[in-house]
């Protein structure tokens, strides 16, 4: 027999309040979404208010509690002004995720102080930001969720990782060490590491139809991911049902990494 108050105890987010960068397409979008119907209260924060504007809209029609911040994450400025924004629309969040990146990859050897900059801006130093904003907070509460959204570059180098890959790596780094501050008081810190799925972050490659049927063949599963691939995963990380799961990288990839 299904108990669904047994399934509410593990992943229901009744109650809770969530902030998604980059919710407005892709990865984020999917896990915006699908924090919204498990139950949280979901704030998303990206660039494009038509996007947001309408991601918002369709989880509204579907009866969730959804609302959008435009906002620009590569100054600290921006970063700021967008974490206080979204903190008074519903509250301060009680989960944290970190899904807006930027994916500027020239040969190392045309890398440029602006691109590398920019890169660890928006990659690294704006969920740095973030985290030192909510994450105190949410071990005041005894109660917090914070997701980064990383890599395969963060562990491997192909298809001209450059600034992007050191940025990802970093990134896991940081939620180690965000565990280690946080995890005794309730705050998980986690990333998801995606193989390759079709994004607007990534257009340039799904226009190369051998490049994208190779990536396919990578995996154990036999094709590329797509964004809905992490729901699952998302509200697992941002429920009590992974309160013993700190510092750790879980990788959504289909065995890419592991084939």
């Not at 930027?102 to 985290?131: H, K, Q």
């Not at 590329?224 to 990839?253: C, H, K, M, R, W």
């Amino acid at each position: 027999m299904i108990s669904n108050s047994y399934l509410s105890e593990l992943f229901s987010l009744n109650g809770r309040i969530a902030v998604v960068t980059g919710g407005s397409s892709g990865i984020g979008q999917a896990i915006a979404g699908a924090l919204a119907r498990a139950g949280a209260s979901v704030v998303i924060v990206a660039r494009k208010e038509a996007e947001l504007a309408a991601t918002v809209d369709e989880l509204v029609a579907d009866e969730c509690r959804a609302a959008w911040v435009s906002a620009d994450l590569s100054t600290r400025d921006g970063v700021r002004a967008a974490a206080e924004q979204a903190a008074a629309v519903f509250g301060e969040p009680d989960i944290l995720v970190n899904c807006a990146g930027i994916n500027l990859r020239p040969p190392m050897g045309e890398l440029s102080e602006d691109v590398w900059d920019t890169t660890m801006a928006v990659n690294l130093e704006a969920p740095y930001l973030l985290g030192e904003r909510f994450g105190p907070r949410m071990a005041e509460r005894g109660y917090g969720r914070i997701i980064h959204i990383t890599s395969q570059q963060a562990h491997r180098a192909f298809v001209q990782s450059g600034a992007y890959g050191v940025s990802k790596g970093a990134l896991e780094s940081l939620a180690r060490s965000q565990a280690e501050a946080w995890s005794s008081y309730g705050v998980t810190c986690n990333t998801l590491v995606p193989g390759f799925v079709p994004t607007p972050l990534n257009a340039r490659l799904q226009s190369d139809p051998e490049k994208m049927a190779a990536l396919a063949a990578r995996t154990m599963v036999g094709r590329n991911g797509l964004a809905e691939d992490f729901a699952g995963a998302a509200v697992f990380l941002a429920g009590p049902a992974s309160g013993y799961v700190t510092g750790q990288a879980i990788f959504v990839d289909g065995g890419f990494s592991v084939h």
